[in-house]
Nanobody
Framework: QVQLVESGGGLVQAGGSLRLSCAAS????????VGWFRQGPGKERVFVAG????????YIADSVKGRFTISRDNAKNTVYLQMNSLKPEDTAVYYC?????????????????WGQGTQVTVSS
């Protein structure tokens, strides 16, 4: 079992940057693929980015491609989401999730563990 804790959210002006962190407990974090999802007010939870177990393959949603990057440091049991050129439409609660599969899924149902979420608000 793994527990996930997100951090790094906050209020930022449009065009600014934030880096979210997803810290995991447990010594087997490298056994999990990790995804970042977001859920805006009144919207469904959607895939933003994902990274494979070893960090060699990453997947970025079209809506944030070119602005967001995902990375991981398994020695620190942490996955990062670097968000640049933020837009008001990026405002949402951001969640990280871990999957026992080798690759991250784009569907939320593919994940076994979830963090509590961190709020990102982008002002215009």
């Amino acid at each position: 079992q793994v527990q996930l804790v997100e951090s790094g959210g906050g209020l930022v002006q449009a065009g600014g940057s934030l880096r979210l962190s997803c810290a995991a407990s447990g010594r087997t974090f490298s056994s999990y693929a990790v995804g970042w999802f977001r859920q805006g007010p009144g919207k469904e939870r959607v895939f933003v980015a994902g990274i494979s177990r070893g960090g060699f393959r990453t997947y970025i949603a079209d809506s944030v491609k070119g602005r967001f990057t995902i990375s991981r440091d398994n020695a620190k049991n942490t996955v990062y989401l670097q968000m640049n050129s933020l837009k008001p439409e990026d405002t949402a609660v951001y969640y990280c999730a871990a999957s026992t599969g080798p690759e991250p899924y784009q569907l939320a149902s593919g994940y076994d563990y979830w963090g509590q979420g961190t709020q990102v608000t982008v002002s215009s």
